[in-house]
C-alpha cells in the first residue's frame, strides 16, 4: 500500500491518509491529578472509539492489576467498531533471553491484535541507564520486535527519545530502528520523550527517516515548547503516516501533542484523511466527554472543540458573522460539532441582543430593546458577568418581554450550619468531625404554601435539596437536573461599597449544560439566586 503522494515541488513526500493512534489511556494518564479506574478507562475507549481514532492504546499489561482488569474486561465489554486496542510494553531485559521475558509475554497474552513496545534510541541512555553496550541495545529491539512478530502481532516500536539520541548520535538511532525493521516491525515511531522539540527538527529528523528506510514512520510527540500540534504537523509533511497523541493533550508534565487539533488540522486544511469521514462532527462532544470523565474542566479556549471556539463579541462584528459567517470563522464549526455562539455583555450592541431574542422567538419592540441594553449595562456594573450565565441571560430577556416563571413564588429561605469540633487529624488547628446543613424553604406553587426541608454537607447543596424537596411532587423532572459546577469569586466593585461575591453554576441534563449566576454581598443569597435560575431553566427546558 502506497501511503505516500509524492508532491514534486518541494521534495517532501506528503501522505494521504495518517493513522490516529491514542495513548489517553496510558500515557495521558500520566497527568497530575488523573486517576482513571477501570471503568472510566472502558467508557474512554467507547468515546475514542465513537470519534474513529485507528488504535487506542489500553495500558501496560503486567505492570498493575488495573491495567490487567482492563484488557480482560474490554474483551468482554466493549464493542469496538471503529478501532484496535492496543498493549505496551518494553523491550526485553538486558542480556535476558525473549521466550522467558515477562513483559513481553504479557503483551502477547493480552489478547490485542496490535502490541507497542518501547526501547532506547539515544546512544547516552544505553551506556548510561541500561549501562550495556551499543550492539546488545540494538539487539533488545530487534529480538523483541522478532519475537512479537512471530507470534502473529502488529507491532510497533516507540523508539524513545528519538529526536535527542537523532542529533547525539545519528548512526546509533538509525542502526536501532534499522534492527527493527529488518525483524519485520510494521511502524517505527520517532518519539520526543522529553518534549523540546521544535517543528524544524520534527521535519527534518522525520525526512532523514523515511528517506533511509521503508518502514511506515509514525510520531509520539509531547508539548513541552508548547509545539506539540505544531510538530507533528511537520513530522506528517515530512512523510509520517501515524501520529501518536491524547484527547485534550493530557499527559505527563505540560502534556501530549493535542489530538483534537491535530486531527482537525489534517482532515479539513491539509487535505490528508484521519479518522472516518463522518466521525469528525463528534469532536467537540467526544472532546468534552473524556474531559468530564478524568474530572477536568473542558478548556473552553481549546482550538475547534472550545466553547469560545466560535464565540463573538464585539457588537460590530456580531452584527456582520449574522449575515456572513464564513467572513469571520476559519472553518464551519458544525464541521467539529461545535457552533456559532453570540456572547452577550455590556460590550455587545443591540444587534446582539435581536439575535439572541430571535434564537428565543421573542419579538422585542425598540423601546423594550433599549431597556434590555441599559438593564444589562447596569447588572454588569453591578457585577453580573453574562458571557459565562447563558441560561440567566435568557431568564433576563425573558423576563423583559412580560413572562414570569409561574412554577412556584418564593416566600422565604433559611439556612442553618451545625458544627461539631474536633482534632479531625489537623494538629495546628480544629476541624469539624460533623458539619450538617439544615435549609428550610417556603414556597407557593399556586395557591399552595409548601414548607420543605433539605440536608447538605454545606449550604448551596441543603438549599438545593430544599428546594427539589418542595418541587418535585410536581416537576419530576428534576431528577434529571443535576449541577456540575459552582464557582465563587469575590469581586472588588467599582462603587467602593465593599466586596460582592459572584456564584457560577453550571447544570446539566446528561445532554445538555447551561450555566447560571447571581451577585450580592451575601454568598448564600448569590447561590440562592444561581440556584434558582439552573432549577428554572430547567424546569423550562428538560423535556418531561
Ligand atoms: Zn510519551
Redesign the pocket.
Known amino acids: 500500500m502506497n501511503m505516500l503522494a509524492d508532491t514534486a515541488v518541494s521534495g517532501r513526500r506528503v501522505p494521504n491518509s495518517v493513522e490516529i493512534y491514542d495513548?489517553t489511556l496510558r500515557?495521558g494518564a500520566q497527568l497530575e491529578g488523573i486517576s482513571l479506574t477501570v471503568d472510566d478507562k472502558l467508557r474512554i475507549a467507547e468515546q475514542l472509539d465513537r470519534l474513529g481514532v485507528h488504535y487506542i492504546e489500553g495500558g501496560w499489561p503486567g505492570s498493575n492489576p488495573k491495567d490487567d482488569e482492563f484488557f480482560d474486561r474490554a474483551q468482554k465489554e466493549l464493542n469496538l467498531v471503529n478501532s484496535q486496542l492496543v498493549a505496551f510494553g518494553s523491550t526485553r531485559r538486558v542480556k535476558g533471553r525473549v521466550d522467558d521475558d515477562l513483559t513481553l509475554a504479557k503483551l502477547a497474552g493480552a489478547g490485542t491484535g496490535t502490541v507497542c513496545i518501547v526501547g532506547k534510541a539515544w546512544d547516552y541512555h544505553v551506556t548510561e541507564a541500561l549501562r550495556t553496550t551499543l550492539d546488545e541495545g540494538i539487539a533488545m529491539v530487534a529480538d523483541s520486535v522478532r519475537f512479537l512478530k512471530e507470534k502473529g502481532l502488529r507491532v510497533f516500536f516507540d523508539a524513545e527519545h528519538f529526536f535527542d539520541g537523532y542529533e547525539a548520535n545519528p548512526e546509533f538511532a538509525l542502526s536501532v530502528l534499522e534492527g527493527a525493521a529488518i525483524s519485520g516491525v510494521d511502524c517505527l515511531v520517532l518519539?520526543d520523550?522529553n518534549g523540546g522539540s521544535l517543528p524544524d527538527r520534527v521535519e527534518s529528523t522525520v525526512d532523514d527517516v523515511v528517506r533511509h528506510l521503508d518502514t511506515p514512520v509514525g510520531v509520539?510527540l509531547?508539548n513541552d515548547t508548547g509545539c506539540g500540534v505544531a510538530n507533528a504537523l511537520a513530522g506528517v509533511l515530512a512523510g509520517a503516516t501515524h501520529v501518536?497523541g491524547t484527547i485534550n493533550g493530557y499527559?505527563?508534565r505540560v502534556g501530549?501533542c493535542d489530538l483534537v487539533p491535530i486531527i482537525a488540522n489534517l482532515s479539513l486544511k491539509m487535505g490528508i484523511t484521519t479518522v472516518p469521514l463522518g466521525y469528525m462532527h463528534n469532536l467537540t462532544s467526544v472532546a468534552h466527554h473524556v474531559a468530564e470523565i478524568v474530572n477536568f474542566s473542558a478548556d473552553p479556549q481549546q482550538p475547534y472543540v472550545g466553547a469560545k471556539a466560535f464565540a463573538h463579541k464585539a457588537g460590530l462584528h456580531t452584527s456582520a458573522i449574522s449575515r456572513r459567517s464564513d467572513a469571520y470563522e476559519h472553518i464551519d464549526p458544525e464541521l467539529v460539532g461545535n457552533g456559532t455562539r453570540f456572547v452577550v455583555s455590556e460590550m455587545a450592541g443591540r444587534s446582539t441582543m435581536e439575535l439572541k431574542a430571535a434564537e428565543l422567538g421573542l419579538h422585542l419592540d425598540m423601546g423594550t430593546m433599549n431597556d434590555v441594553v441599559q438593564t444589562l449595562k447596569d447588572l454588569e456594573f453591578a457585577g453580573y458577568h453574562f458571557e459565562a450565565a447563558d441560561a440567566s441571560f435568557e431568564l433576563l430577556i425573558r423576563a423583559a418581554s412580560g413572562w414570569e416563571q409561574d412554577f412556584f413564588q418564593l416566600e422565604s429561605f433559611s439556612v442553618s450550619v451545625g458544627h461539631r469540633s474536633g482534632s479531625g487529624g489537623r494538629a495546628w488547628n480544629e476541624v469539624a468531625v460533623d458539619v450538617e446543613t439544615e435549609a428550610e424553604v417556603k414556597l407557593w406553587i399556586g395557591e399552595e404554601r409548601i414548607v420543605a426541608t433539605g440536608y447538605g454537607n454545606g449550604p448551596i447543596n441543603a438549599l438545593d435539596a430544599a428546594l427539589r424537596q418542595a418541587l418535585g411532587e410536581r416537576h419530576p423532572v428534576l431528577e434529571r437536573l443535576h449541577l456540575t459546577d459552582y464557582k465563587v469569586r469575590v469581586l472588588e466593585t467599582s462603587r467602593g461599597t465593599g466586596a460582592v461575591t459572584r456564584v457560577l453554576i453550571d447544570s446539566t441534563d446528561g445532554e445538555h449544560n447551561w450555566s447560571t449566576i447571581g451577585v450580592s454581598e451575601n454568598i448564600i443569597e448569590a447561590s440562592w439566586q444561581a440556584l434558582v435560575d439552573s432549577i428554572v431553566y430547567g424546569l423550562l427546558h428538560i423535556d418531561s
Open positions: 495513548t500515557d518519539c520523550t509520539h509531547h501518536q499527559g505527563e501530549n
